[in-house]
């Protein structure tokens, strides 16, 4: 008995050690097959936060999928940069050219210039994250706190998790409206970012994109297959373009029996955006749609909100969409004309002589700011010690006149801006909106004069 159980405990020793050689031998060719088309990236991106133009030089991660020299990393590595130097596995340096991005995923494509490299250009396999599982092995690779050429190894401890669109990117547009995340507990901080996460095939099934500063083990990519869908739309177009109809939705789940709908059936309409299409179409906060152009929808939970807005957000602008809807008992049909959806950040602009910075208005955020229209320009960030901040603009404040002037445009601000600082103009008046109060700020520019150059 003792020797029929010792050959049993040698057999299961064996065959975890067997297996265990068998994960490390995939490990390795994973390894191998990536790693070749890693890219450490060095953008110099701008800031216009602090109330001025500031050049920082920030570290991030990427990986070549094409043989023309294309990488896909996030929009908040390269997004911003006005300068991008790559380092790639042979450690040759090489420049590279912003070709697009979409914040909204954050996701950007740049173009190695390959003019004078004489390496052999790695490019790396996209696999399909519709096939990922919970538990599988993952590799996370990337220049973690500028440590190029680093693997950590981990599994996907979920493929679904839902993040509100609220959060932003540190250049401040909104993300993760079009998509959900994939988990994992391999290692990601700060550098990662834009680097790929491998499944043991060599396959990049995802872009790391987040780490967790408040616990550990707990990292977050997107998925490759909404990856493919962004750059196959930048490389044709240098954007991605979507529809939108503004609505805002939540997940029905302990409602459904307060509205009436049976389990797994409708999307619930939280709000509506003003002058949007869904207002003039005359929906309303407590519709449940059904169907969209013929096709059922559902969004009992959270994370099947992202699918429902793709779903609207996929259609040709200026097409005309179908939303069978259910409200008070009766259902109804609306035949909704789309938008393009803008930008969500405008422009910005650098007033150095007066101490503060501002950018353009696009639709997206007189929506989100709650302004009036897109006329005047967005208070960015004010410099504590300047005619500004000592005339008491805040950040957020629209300018709307500047000498009671009417600004309706970045252009028009920019323009007044200049002329009055080529005339050395010492006193200059602006008129802002202020949590939709109108209020005017009073800039000194003479007591700055040392700084003015047309002193």
């Not at 067997?18 to 390795?28: C, G, H, K, M, P």
């Not at 939108?244 to 049976?262: D, V």
């Not at 500004?388 to 002037?405: C, K, M, Y």
Request: charged share 20%; hydrophobic share 40%; proline share 4%.
């Amino acid at each position: 008995m003792k020797k029929t159980l010792l050959t049993l405990s040698l057999m299961l020793t064996m065959l975890a050690t067997n297996a265990s050689a068998d994960i490390q031998t995939r490990i390795f060719a994973a390894r191998d097959k990536v790693l070749p088309a890693l890219v450490h990236i060095q953008p110099v991106v701008k800031n216009y936060r602090t109330g001025q133009l500031e050049k920082q030089a920030v570290v991030g991660s990427g990986v070549v999928f094409h043989p023309d020299g294309y990488v896909v990393t996030n929009y908040h590595v390269a997004g911003k940069a006005e300068r991008i130097i790559c380092t790639l596995h042979d450690k040759e340096i090489v420049t590279a050219e912003y070709i697009g991005g979409d914040p909204l995923t954050d996701i950007s494509v740049i173009k190695l210039d390959l003019t004078d490299y004489t390496g052999t250009l790695e490019v790396a396999e996209f696999g399909n994250s519709d096939e990922i599982e919970v538990g599988q092995y993952v590799l996370a690779m990337g220049s973690p706190l500028s440590l190029s050429r680093s693997v950590s190894a981990g599994v996907i401890s979920t493929r679904d998790r839902y993040f509100s669109p609220d959060v932003r990117l540190p250049s401040g547009e909104r993300t993760g409206r079009y998509n959900l995340w994939l988990q994992t507990d391999a290692a990601i901080n700060p550098g990662n970012s834009g680097g790929p996460l491998v499944d043991l095939e060599g396959r990049v099934v995802g872009i790391n994109s987040r780490a967790s500063f408040f616990a550990n083990n707990l990292g977050f990519s997107i998925p490759i297959n909404v990856v493919k869908d962004v750059t196959a739309a930048i490389l044709a177009e240098g954007k991605v373009t979507r529809s939108w109809i503004g609505l805002h939705c939540q997940a029905l789940q302990e409602l459904e029996e307060y509205f009436g709908t049976t389990a797994h059936s409708g999307v619930l309409v939280s709000s509506i955006d003003p002058g949007s299409p869904a207002e003039n179409a005359f929906l309303k906060a407590g519709d449940i749609i059904l169907e969209v152009d013929g096709i059922p929808v559902s969004a009992r939970f959270i994370e099947e909100l992202p699918h429902f807005y793709a779903l609207i957000a996929a259609k040709k602008p200026g097409s005309e969409i179908t939303l069978t809807v259910y409200r008070n008992d009766e259902t109804y049909t609306f035949t909704i004309p789309t938008r393009q959806l803008s930008d969500s950040q405008g422009e910005d602009f650098e007033c150095k002589e007066w101490g503060f910075t501002v950018k353009a208005i696009t639709q997206q955020m007189q929506i989100e700011n709650q302004l009036q229209d897109t006329s005047g320009v967005y208070i960015t960030g004010v410099k504590p010690a300047g005619p500004a901040g000592e005339g008491g603009l805040r950040p957020r404040d629209v300018i709307t006149t500047v000498n009671r002037t009417a600004i309706s445009s970045l252009g028009g601000f920019i323009t007044n801006y200049q002329a009055l600082d080529l005339e050395g103009e010492q006193n200059i008046l602006l008129t802002v909106s202020r949590s939709g109060a109108t209020r005017f700020v009073f800039l000194e520019i003479n007591d700055y004069a040392g700084d003015n150059p047309h002193e």
